[in-house]
């Protein structure tokens, strides 16, 4: 069955870094774009970068342009997010997302999510 699994989440001091990792499995991976996305408490799920399935195409969200980066390993299945400079305002829960849209059907799948926290 599809899963994704993250890890690497924690706590780390304002500025400090974390990368955070999606292993993948149960699909073909290099067909699907994958997202980090990240939920606060209180506030709705955003999207925070994407990687398309041709690994030089990313996007990040403007609020951690210059700060976080992704990235893919299609030979290994996972996906990265490199995290610098964290603020508290990144605290949240990362997840990892898989997307495909082909012939007009979305197919979409999550993990269960990481805590990051940022905090002294």
């Known amino acids: 069955q599809v899963q994704l699994v993250e890890s690497g989440g924690g706590l780390v001091q304002p500025g400090g870094s974390l990368r955070l990792s999606c292993a993948a499995s149960?699909?073909?991976?290099?067909?699907?774009?994958m997202s980090w996305y990240r939920q606060a408490p209180g506030k709705e799920r955003e999207l925070v970068a994407t990687?398309?399935?041709?690994?030089?195409?990313?996007n990040l969200a403007d609020s951690v342009k210059g700060r976080f980066a992704i990235s893919r390993d299609n030979n290994k299945n996972t996906v990265w997010l490199q995290m610098n400079s964290l603020k508290p305002e990144d605290t949240a829960v990362y997840y990892c997302?898989?997307?495909?849209?082909?012939?007009?059907?979305?197919?979409?799948?999550w993990g269960n999510g990481t805590l990051v926290t940022v905090s002294s």
């Open positions: 997302n898989a997307r495909r849209i082909t012939a007009g059907i979305k197919m979409d799948y």
């Open positions: 149960g699909f073909t991976f290099n067909r699907y774009a």
């Open positions: 990687i398309g399935e041709v690994v030089s195409i990313t």
